[in-house]
């Protein structure tokens, strides 16, 4: 599936407005990006397997490791537009994924387990 940066842009927009209200809280200081795929150096940040496809990234510092941490500039998810459109076949199919991979980079902001997310109807 292949769609116009513009329409992807709104298909984040959307899967955003429709996260739960637990999720969407967190996002305080966190801007989402969108990119078409991770530069190198995104790549040598991350321990991926060969067959995983990074989808999303989140850089910053996560809540659980901050200390005095105020006056900063906001951390940062970056989506990855063409291995999320590769990944799916439908635009309903592309909007779960990305709301998936938003709330997976969110977990790493804040700290939240895999039962935190299975929880929250995110597993």
Do not use: C
């Given at each position: 599936m292949r769609l116009t940066r513009r329409a992807f842009r709104r298909l984040v927009q959307q899967a955003i407005a429709e996260l739960h209200p637990e999720v969407l809280q967190v996002l305080d200081n966190v801007a989402i990006v969108v990119e078409?795929?991770?530069?190198?150096e995104q790549l040598g940040r991350v321990d991926l397997d060969e067959q995983?496809?990074?989808?999303?990234?989140y850089?910053?510092?996560?809540?659980?490791?901050?200390?005095?941490?105020?006056?900063?500039?906001p951390d940062k998810i970056t989506l990855f537009r063409r291995p999320?459109?590769?990944?799916?076949?439908?635009?309903?199919?592309?909007?779960?994924?990305?709301k998936t991979t938003i709330v997976h980079e969110i977990a790493h902001h804040v700290g939240w387990s895999d039962a935190d997310l299975e929880q929250l109807g995110y597993a």
């Amino acid at each position: 599936m292949r769609l116009t940066r513009r329409a992807f842009r709104r298909l984040v927009q959307q899967a955003i407005a429709e996260l739960h209200p637990e999720v969407l809280q967190v996002l305080d200081n966190v801007a989402i990006v969108v990119e078409d795929t991770p530069t190198p150096e995104q790549l040598g940040r991350v321990d991926l397997d060969e067959q995983v496809t990074l989808l999303g990234l989140y850089e910053g510092i996560p809540l659980t490791e901050r200390a005095g941490y105020n006056m900063v500039l906001p951390d940062k998810i970056t989506l990855f537009r063409r291995p999320l459109e590769a990944a799916t076949s439908s635009s309903g199919e592309l909007k779960e994924e990305i709301k998936t991979t938003i709330v997976h980079e969110i977990a790493h902001h804040v700290g939240w387990s895999d039962a935190d997310l299975e929880q929250l109807g995110y597993a």
